[in-house]
């Protein structure tokens, strides 16, 4: 074995797990993920397959690693039962070592969670929460297609709270329909009131196909959308809050362990319909995802699709430019004990140009965007790919 | 094969207006004259190459000989003469007429006379071809036959009462043909005993048998061991093998006479040595005097063009080779652009030329191509006396060495019925269109006669012709000759250089308006840098346009599904891609079809 390899004290390797529940009451408008409306009729063999595929596919892995995050992600998990979170989450620890401090998330839309729900589900071992509100606004909520208000939310925020649930995660979109500086300000304002303990801003991405593609609202425009983007990360600043990557929020100590593996080229494994992995085998970094065919998931076919090996330039690549998403940036030593090589005989030319255009910048022995670099990440990240 | 005897032979073309049914009409008589079973038969046996069966034209002729048993009993060779089918090739029609003694007219039962029948006549007219009309296409609802009929007989002065009334393609009226080009077209008339005297109307080349020459005998015989010489070319060769047509393949025979098609291949290893139009005789029995009517083929259009990766030049270099060794009318020579590197200026018969052989480059060589904006030639008179005949806009000389210039123009004719006319007229006004005159054909119809720049229809004049018109215009051209004309050069700079593959040559009365729309059209094209970016237009070095590509703001995805790392990827990976289509001018990336954007100015956006 070589040196991607991460090893704790007891020498096993670090795993990150993520859970897909590819259901929901309805889409939002601007979704694009894999996730179905109303399919209630399904949720039972669901899970039932889900259980199968942790089982037999998870035991092929579970001796040689420990885990230290679990992301149930969706769709909406909130709109199963807590019967059958338990239950998967249960299946995990039976077959997997999990460690005693691992992250153990979920997500919630505010308009599927009932009383009750955070306490059952804090029992089955969940120890963070991640609520969908995208707006504290109830006329961007409904543009957007959302099944809750503002104050379906805070109902929900509070049962957590109320539950002993200590981090919470709020999803925020920026740069929605009819959306004005003042609007989003708004929203900011109530966040940073109720001081989550992380915070995610995104920018609205009109996918093709979705239906806010058709509808005739009109945008934010580019240099709106950079304002929000400027906006965000002001209020959430001075509200005490580290940026620790492109749209990632936390106060000190709150930064999401699963998260930061998908940046730092840290294994994790994907259960569920049409879930990514990415695995070391033979040495070498492996990615793929489940099959994506509702139907056949839950006939219980596994198998594997878009298998890609990443090795070499490529590797360097996504080393690159996923961790110049962090804040804190990219090792130039780590470099090296990865690859062998310095970052400068194989990126040097990209990074003094960037640096020169001020996109760049070099901090104790780090390399990093600037706040412009920020703004300009997609140009500076293709230079490395 | 035995051999026919002369007037049991029959050598005839088809012409039509494109989309009248002359390419099914041909596949019919092969079918029917029974050489070619149904199994064999592609869908359209004589566009042979995929190109022509796509954009369903004839680039290179074709020609098959068949036989038929008339109704008379006796057995008559067929040789059909393919001809091109558009203006563009318009020599190699005449060539190919000048091989027949008759030719079919196919007129649409529908859509009637329109402007390339016209053409085609008057060249089958003054080949001296007797004509046969035939009303296609009676099975359509809107046929109007008997309308048709008196078109013809009005319009064209030919007898059109029997004509036969066929649908080619659902095999009606097909043996009414057969016996036409039987009784109605004449047999050849020359003499076998008369030195050799033949018409070269094409030739191609071939990997096996090198180049193969497409004949007319006049008079004389030709056989293996001749030694021939073409009379204009003044090549000589000695022939390896001659023989007939067969449908897509080459049948080799004893001897060709007097009368017969056939194939000829010799000792000959370019196709520029086998001009169409050239006369082929007998080097020591050569005949008095050359068949009439030769001329070497010029390039009316030309063009840039440059590979999209430079290190493909080489490949380029080849694949125009090739090409060239079958097309002797596409000409090429290097030349040098700042912004595109090593490339090659060549020369096309017409715009449709240019298009097929871009596009065979890039299919059949698999090459990715950049060309820039096609031009005409000019001609430009130097203070100093020398004349400067200008294909590339950037070796026009200094304007203070310039006395003045002219530009090519033609003769245009333009079939149209009556509520487009207006339209069509202020096309050719904006076009810089001088109004010779109108003829009625009938109460709805006209012939718009129009003196045009050929720099002015080059571009998309047929597509404007047609939007402006519904589809109904027809439009048929040919060189008048050159006029003086106030051109002027149109530079573009982009951040403040200038970039010479985007120039081009205008009538100063449209610089203004080209060069605004050029910079529109730039704005849009050139993606948005971290700076700035000024783009103009300029004449003279005075500036009359400007836009700006802002500077790039925000280029961030603040959003990364999951563990969905492979979707940001390849959104990345998408901009990388389009980066390497890009050509460097300065510091500003300039996408290789900003490079071709001077070909939409027309456009609406």
Request: a negative charge; charged letters at 30%; glycine letters at 8%.
């Amino acid at each position: 074995m070589d040196n991607y390899v991460n090893k704790n004290n007891n020498s096993k390797r670090k795993l990150g797990i993520y859970i897909h529940i590819p259901f929901c009451v309805r889409k939002c408008y601007y979704c694009d993920f894999l996730s179905f409306g109303g399919c209630n009729d399904k949720f039972d063999s669901y899970v039932n397959s889900l259980v199968k595929e942790i089982k037999t596919e998870g035991s092929r892995y579970n001796d040689s690693y420990v885990v230290e995050s679990v992301f149930i992600g969706g769709g909406t998990p909130s709109i199963l039962k807590t019967v059958d979170i338990a239950r998967i989450l249960n299946v995990l620890k039976e077959t997997f070592e999990i460690d005693n401090n691992a992250e153990i998330s979920i997500e919630c839309n505010p308009g599927t969670v009932i009383p009750g729900f955070f306490d059952k589900i804090k029992a089955a071992g969940v120890n963070r929460v991640s609520i969908g509100l995208q707006s504290a606004l109830d006329d961007e909520l409904k543009l957007i297609g959302r099944i809750h208000t503002y104050e379906d939310f805070l109902n929900t925020y509070q049962m957590a709270k109320e539950a002993g649930i200590v981090n919470i995660n709020i999803d925020l979109i920026h740069s929605l329909p009819e959306q004005t500086k003042e609007k989003y300000l708004q929203t900011l304002n109530k966040v940073i009131e109720l001081k989550p303990k992380h915070i995610s801003a995104y920018s609205l991405i009109i996918e093709e196909g979705t239906p806010i593609a058709d509808m005739k609202y009109s945008f934010p425009s580019e240099n709106e959308d950079i304002e929000f983007y400027e906006l965000t990360e002001r209020i959430l600043t001075e509200a005490g809050y580290n940026k620790y990557e492109i749209s990632n929020f936390a106060l000190e100590g709150y930064e999401c362990k699963h998260n930061i593996k998908y940046w730092t080229l840290d294994e994790y494994l994907g259960f569920g319909l049409g879930s990514s992995s990415m695995m070391i085998m033979d040495g070498k970094r492996t990615r793929w995802h489940n099959i994506t065919n509702l139907d056949k998931y839950i006939a219980g076919d596994y198998s594997h699709e878009d298998i890609s090996v990443i090795e070499g330039r490529e590797d360097m690549a996504e080393y690159m430019f996923l961790g110049l998403r962090m804040t804190e940036g990219i090792s130039v030593d780590g470099f090296l004990r990865r690859y062998g090589k310095s970052i400068e005989s194989i990126y040097g030319d990209i990074i003094a140009k960037h640096t020169d255009e001020g996109l760049l910048k070099t901090v104790d022995n780090r390399i990093m965007l600037t706040k412009r670099g920020v703004e300009l990440s997609n140009y500076v990240m293709k230079d490395f790919l | 094969m035995e051999k026919q005897s002369q007037d049991k032979i029959r050598n005839f073309c088809i012409i039509a207006h494109i989309d009248h049914g002359k390419s099914t009409l041909a596949d019919r008589i092969i079918e029917m004259t029974g050489l070619l079973t149904e199994r064999e038969m592609h869908a359209q046996v004589l566009d042979n190459m995929d190109l022509e069966r796509e954009r369903g034209i004839t680039i290179k002729s074709q020609t098959v000989r068949t036989i038929y048993k008339a109704k008379n009993g006796e057995e008559y060779v067929f040789n059909l003469i393919d001809t091109p089918g558009h203006v563009d090739f318009n020599y190699e029609v005449s060539r190919s007429l000048a091989a027949c003694d008759g030719a079919i007219l196919v007129v649409d039962a529908a859509q009637g006379i329109e402007a390339q029948t016209l053409a085609n006549v008057y060249l089958a007219l003054d080949a001296d071809l007797e004509i046969m009309p035939v009303i296609n296409k009676i099975d359509l609802p809107s046929a109007e036959p008997e309308r048709v009929k008196d078109e013809i007989e009005d319009v064209i002065g030919l007898e059109a009462q029997d004509a036969p009334l066929i649908s080619a393609k659902n095999g009606i009226g097909i043996e009414d043909v057969l016996e036409g080009i039987v009784n109605k077209l004449p047999a050849p008339k020359g003499d076998a005993k008369s030195p050799l005297k033949a018409l070269i109307f094409d030739s191609l080349y071939d990997a096996y048998k090198g180049v193969i020459v497409f004949v007319r005998l006049m008079d004389g015989k030709v056989k293996r061991g001749t030694q021939i010489k073409m009379m204009a070319t003044g090549a000589t060769a000695e022939v390896v093998e001659v023989g007939y047509f067969g449908a897509g393949r080459f049948i080799p025979c004893d001897e060709l006479s007097a009368g017969e098609v056939g194939y000829i291949t010799a000792s000959i290893k370019n196709v520029k040595d086998t001009q169409v139009g050239d006369t082929v005789t007998e080097m020591n029995n050569p005949c008095k005097e050359a068949l009439p009517g030769y001329k070497k083929v010029l390039p009316m259009v030309y063009c840039g063009v440059y590979p999209a990766d430079g290190a493909k030049y080489p490949d380029l270099r080849d694949a125009l080779e090739k090409l060239n060794l079958n097309d002797a009318s596409l000409q090429y020579e290097p030349e040098t652009s700042i912004a595109l590197g090593f490339g090659f200026r060549c020369g096309f018969l017409g715009l449709l030329h240019l298009e097929i052989i871009q596009e065979r480059l890039e299919r059949e060589y698999n090459l990715d191509l950049v060309t820039t904006a096609p031009g005409v030639i000019y001609k430009v008179y130097k203070t100093n006396g020398e004349v400067i005949e200008l294909t590339n806009p950037s070796n026009l000389p200094d304007p203070s060495e310039i006395d003045y210039m002219e530009e090519p123009i033609v003769s245009a004719e333009i079939m149209v019925t009556s509520e487009f006319i207006g339209a069509i007229m202020d096309l050719c006004q904006q076009r810089r269109g001088r109004y010779l005159g109108m003829e009625y054909i009938e109460e709805t119809r006209a012939l718009l006669k129009y003196e045009l720049p050929l720099n002015e229809i080059i571009y998309d004049f047929f597509d404007a012709l047609k939007s402006k018109s519904r589809g109904y215009a027809s439009f048929d051209y040919e060189l008048k000759g050159y006029e003086k004309s106030e051109l002027v050069k149109l530079d573009i700079l982009v951040n403040r250089e200038e970039v010479d593959a985007l120039s081009f040559i205008v009538h100063k009365d449209t610089a203004y308006e080209r060069g605004r729309k050029m910079c529109e059209r730039l704005k849009d094209e050139i993606p948005r840098h971290l700076f700035e970016i000024p783009i103009q237009a300029a004449v003279g070095g005075k500036i009359i346009a400007r836009e700006t590509v802002k500077a790039m703001r925000k280029d961030v995805l603040a959003k990364c599904y999951g563990g969905d790392i492979t979707r940001k990827k390849k959104l990345l990976e998408k901009q990388k891609e389009g980066k390497k289509r890009m050509r460097q001018i300065g510091n500003v990336e300039i996408p290789q079809q900003a490079f071709m954007s001077v070909l939409k100015l027309d456009e609406d956006k």
